[in-house]
C-alpha cells in the first residue's frame, strides 16, 4: 500500500495509487447543503486534501471519482469556474507578502475570464473577475482558500510593525486589514457564487477578518462533518487491517494490543459533542509506513506562536485542562486578545474529552500520549529554563519508576528542581509559590505519558495529587510546601487514597513529597 504522506494533491493521489480514505460522501452533503463554509482543523489533518478534492470535483473531473462514493451521488458533473488559493507556501513576516500574493492570485484569474476595466482596487478587481467568470461560463463560481489564517499566525503577537498613511500598525493589524477588504468582496459577489470555503488552523472572531461579509457556515464543530477530515475507527479498522496485523507482528504483540497502542499514541481528537474519535492522519500513515509507533506530527512543527502567547498568560496549563468551558470560551478567538486557550484547542493540543448536554459545556483535555509528551516537554523547556532539559529528567524518572526505585526517583527529582534558576521561581507570596510547585510537578509528570496518570484523582473522601500506573507498581504521591512529609502520608492513608487498589496485585507506594521555598527543592521524603 502507498501512503500519501505529503501528498495533498487529489489528483495524484487517485493517478499515483495511493490510499484514499473515501470522504465524498460528506463532501457531497457538504456542497448540496449550503453555500459558504468555514472549517478549523489542526494542521497536517487533511484541510489541503479536502481543499484539493473540492476543486476537482468542482471543475467535473468526473473519472477522478470512479469507485468513490460521489461517482453514484453526482448525476451532473458540471465544470464551474474554481479559484483556488492556498497561503501555505509563504512567510507573511514580510510586510508586502500578503498584498503582492493577492496581486499575484487576482491577475492570474483576469487573465483567464477578463478583468472589469472600472476596478481600481484589489477587492473591487476580485469581485469584477467573479463577475466575469460568471458571464463567460453561465456557471457560478467556487472559491476555495486554504490556510486562510496563515497571514496572521505569522505575525502573531510578534512587534514588528509598518507605516500606512503615516500611522503606525502591527504586522498583526495590517494584516487582518488586508484580509477583511478582501473577504468583504464574498457580500457583494453572493450572485456569482456557487461555494465558497475558507479552512484554517484558528477561527477568529467575528469582529475579525470576515466582519466584512455575511458569517460563514463555520462547520468546525458540526457533528454531521466532524470526520470530513482525519480517520475514524471504523476507517481505520475497515481500510488499514493488514497494516495492524503486521505493525502487530513487528511488535510482537497481539492485534488487539497493537490497537490500543495505536489508539492511544494517536487516537483522542473530537470535533463535536458526537465525540466521534478521530485519528491524526499524519502520524497513523507515517506510522503504517515506517512500522513504527512515533511522534511523527509533533516533529513535524514547532508552535511557537502558542508559547508566545503562553508566556504572557498568568494561567498554568494544569489549571486549563481537565475543565469544563462553554463553546464560546475556547471557539471563536481575537487575534489582538492575548488568550492562549481557543489558540491551543485549534491548533489540536487540546480536544474535547466530553460533553455535558445539560451545561453545554465542554470539557478539554490533551488527545494522546504524542501530543501529551511532545507540547508539555516544549512548554517545559520554555518554562524552566533549566540546565538539564526537562525530557531528559523525566525520561530517568521513567525509568525510576519502572523499577520500582523510587529512592533513585527522589533523587532525579531533588536534582532537577535544584537544577532551576532562582530567577525562574515565583517568590511573590504563599500562593504563588505554591503554584510554582505544583505546575513544575504537574509538567514533569506530564511528559511521563508513557503510563497511566492521573491529575488529582478523585476518591470517595478527596483528590490524590498524583497516581501512576506501571505494569509493576502503583504510585500515589501526594505533595506538601514546608510541612513535614508524614502529613502527606498521613493524608493518603486517612482519605483512603489506596483503597480501590487493595486487590491490585502490584506493589503500590505511597510517597509523601516536600518542597522547600527555601531550597527551591525536596526537603522531606517519606515512602510508606
Known amino acids: ?129 467573479l463577475k466575469c467568470a460568471h458571464d463567460k461560463t453561465g456557471l457560478r463560481c467556487v472559491v476555495l482558500i486554504d490556510e486562510y489564517d496563515k497571514p496572521l499566525l505569522d505575525v502573531l503577537d510578534i512587534s514588528d510593525t509598518i507605516i500606512e498613511n503615516n500611522v503606525e500598525k502591527s504586522l498583526e493589524e495590517y494584516n487582518r486589514n488586508i484580509l477583511k477588504g478582501f473577504y468583504a468582496v464574498f457580500k457583494d459577489a453572493d450572485p456569482d457564487l456557487q461555494f465558497v470555503l475558507l479552512t484554517g488552523v484558528t477561527k477568529f472572531s467575528q469582529v475579525s477578518v470576515f466582519s466584512g461579509f455575511n458569517q460563514p457556515y463555520d462547520i468546525s464543530m458540526t457533528a454531521k462533518y466532524d470526520a470530513l477530515c482525519g480517520i475514524t475507527t471504523e476507517e481505520l479498522r475497515s481500510v488499514f487491517a493488514d497494516e495492524i496485523k503486521e505493525l502487530a507482528g513487528n511488535f510482537n504483540v497481539t492485534e488487539e494490543e497493537m490497537w490500543l497502542q495505536l489508539k492511544r499514541h494517536y487516537d483522542g481528537y473530537h470535533f463535536s459533542y458526537r465525540m466521534t474519535d478521530i485519528y491524526n492522519p499524519f502520524s ?124 533513585k526517583y527522589r533523587d532525579l527529582l531533588t536534582s532537577f528542581l535544584a537544577s532551576i534558576p532562582y530567577s525562574a521561581r515565583r517568590n511573590e507570596n504563599e500562593r504563588e509559590q505554591e503554584r510554582y510547585f505544583q505546575y513544575t510537578v504537574y509538567l514533569l509528570m506530564r511528559m511521563m505519558s508513557v503510563y497511566t496518570i492521573y491529575h488529582e484523582k478523585q476518591t470517595s473522601q478527596g483528590r490524590a495529587d498524583f497516581v501512576v500506573e506501571t505494569p509493576k507498581y502503583i504510585y500515589i504521591f501526594e505533595y506538601k510546601l514546608n510541612r513535614p512529609a508524614s502529613e502527606a502520608i498521613a493524608q493518603i492513608n486517612e482519605k483512603g487514597y489506596a483503597r480501590e487498589y487493595a486487590n491490585d496485585s502490584r506493589k503500590l507506594f505511597k510517597i509523601g513529597c516536600t518542597f522547600s521555598t527555601e531550597t527551591g527543592t525536596v526537603s522531606d521524603w517519606m515512602v510508606e
Open 1 to 129: 500500500m502507498k501512503y500519501p504522506i505529503g501528498v495533498q494533491d487529489f489528483r495524484s493521489i487517485v493517478e499515483d495509487g495511493y490510499v484514499y480514505v473515501d470522504k465524498t460522501a460528506l463532501i457531497y452533503d457538504l456542497v448540496t447543503n449550503g453555500k459558504i463554509y468555514f472549517l478549523s482543523r489542526p494542521r497536517r489533518f487533511g484541510k489541503s486534501l479536502l481543499v484539493s478534492t473540492l476543486k476537482y470535483y468542482f471543475e467535473g473531473e468526473k473519472e477522478l471519482f470512479k469507485g468513490l462514493a460521489i461517482d453514484s451521488l453526482e448525476k451532473d458533473w458540471k465544470q464551474y469556474p474554481v479559484f483556488h488559493l492556498s497561503f501555505g507556501n509563504h512567510n507573511f513576516s514580510n510586510p508586502q507578502e500578503l498584498a503582492e500574493s493577492l496581486e499575484a492570485f487576482v491577475a492570474k484569474y483576469e487573465e483567464i475570464y477578463g478583468r472589469d476595466k472600472f476596478a481600481i482596487n484589489l477587492g473591487d478587481r476580485f469581485k469584477g473577475v
Open 284 to 407: 497513523i500513515l507515517n506510522a503504517f509506513a515506517n512500522m513504527q509507533i512515533s511522534d511523527y506530527w509533533f516533529k513535524s512543527g514547532t508552535p511557537t506562536y502558542l508559547i508566545r502567547l503562553l508566556s504572557h498568560c498568568e494561567e498554568n496549563l494544569n489549571e486549563m485542562v481537565g475543565k469544563y468551558y462553554d463553546v464560546q470560551d475556547f471557539v471563536d478567538y481575537k487575534a489582538d486578545v492575548e488568550q492562549p486557550l481557543p489558540m491551543i484547542y485549534q491548533s489540536g493540543y487540546l480536544t474535547i474529552k466530553g460533553y455535558d448536554h445539560d451545561m453545554q459545556q465542554y470539557l478539554l483535555d490533551f488527545p494522546n500520549d504524542e501530543v501529551t509528551k511532545g507540547f508539555i516537554s516544549l512548554v517545559s523547556a520554555n518554562y524552566f529554563n533549566s540546565k538539564e532539559q526537562p525530557s531528559t529528567a523525566a525520561s530517568q524518572m521513567v525509568r525510576a519508576l519502572k523499577q520500582g526505585d523510587t529512592d
